[in-house]
């Protein structure tokens, strides 16, 4: 009977939370078990507070704090965010982004990108990337930290057993590094830099 009646307090709690957020433009709370049917606030509304996906869930744009299994941001993601998959953001990132396999903005990123793969597509991008496999498809500023690091452009320093970057203005430490406009070679055992 105690049971029954925490339940159902549970589910009643929930669905005047969902009937709060759906009376607003931007949701406080978003629980979501798998996009876009199974959660409480549709995938093209904000969440500006917490958001927890227990399988995958997927907003607009999203600011606070983001949990769950896999997180996916349509618009801009502001804020931390951490999946033991995979944190997905379509648009510009302030954000702290952790996740045990994958960590992707598409767009600007800023702040700090962790995962066994962290990647970064969008220009003016900076920070610290800090995973096994780190990938800057365009300008990165900062520091990328792993086994190996791709980047068109770095503006910093690179740390890993391979670093490799079309345009280095900084540093690269590792047992290959490969600076296409290095001052010395283009590819060089230890260092290789360009100031």
Same mark, same amino acid.
């Given at each position: 009977?105690?049971?029954?009646?925490?339940?159902?307090?549970?589910?009643?709690?929930?669905?005047?939370?969902?009937?709060?957020?759906?009376?607003?433009?931007?949701? #406080?709370?978003?629980?979501?078990?798998?996009?876009?049917?199974?959660?409480?606030?549709?995938?093209?509304?904000? #969440?500006?507070? /917490?958001? /927890? +996906?227990? #399988?995958?869930?997927?907003?607009?744009?999203?600011?606070?704090?983001?949990?769950?299994?896999?997180?996916?941001?349509?618009?801009?993601?502001?804020?931390?965010?951490?999946?033991?998959?995979?944190?997905?953001?379509?648009?510009?990132?302030?954000?702290? !982004? &952790?996740?045990?396999?994958?960590?992707?903005?598409?767009? !600007?990123?800023?702040?700090?990108?962790?995962?066994?793969?962290?990647?970064?597509?969008?220009? +003016?991008?900076?920070?610290?990337?800090?995973? &096994?496999?780190?990938?800057?498809? +365009?300008?990165?500023?900062?520091?990328?930290?792993? /086994?190996?690091?791709?980047?068109?452009? %770095?503006?910093? #320093?690179?740390?890993?057993?391979?670093? &490799?970057?079309?345009?280095?203005?900084?540093?690269?430490?590792?047992?290959?590094?490969?600076?296409?406009?290095?001052?010395?070679?283009?590819? %060089?055992?230890?260092? +290789? &830099?360009?100031?």
């Amino acid at each position: 009977m105690k049971l029954r009646t925490t339940l159902s307090s549970l589910l009643t709690g929930l669905a005047l939370l969902a009937g709060a957020a759906s009376a607003k433009a931007d949701a #406080v709370f978003q629980f979501g078990f798998f996009a876009p049917d199974l959660q409480l606030v549709s995938a093209d509304r904000d #969440v500006r507070g /917490l958001r /927890l +996906n227990f #399988v995958y869930g997927e907003n607009a744009n999203v600011s606070g704090v983001d949990l769950g299994i896999v997180n996916s941001t349509t618009g801009d993601f502001t804020g931390f965010g951490w999946a033991p998959g995979a944190n997905i953001v379509r648009g510009d990132a302030l954000a702290i !982004q &952790w996740s045990w396999i994958y960590s992707h903005t598409r767009g !600007q990123f800023t702040g700090w990108q962790s995962g066994a793969l962290s990647r970064v597509t969008g220009a +003016n991008s900076q920070g610290f990337q800090s995973g &096994w496999v780190n990938f800057a498809e +365009n300008d990165f500023t900062g520091l990328q930290f792993g /086994l190996f690091n791709r980047s068109a452009a %770095m503006h910093g #320093v690179q740390i890993a057993f391979v670093n &490799w970057t079309d345009q280095l203005q900084g540093l690269q430490v590792g047992l290959i590094n490969i600076a296409r406009n290095s001052a010395i070679y283009p590819v %060089m055992p230890i260092v +290789n &830099w360009r100031f």
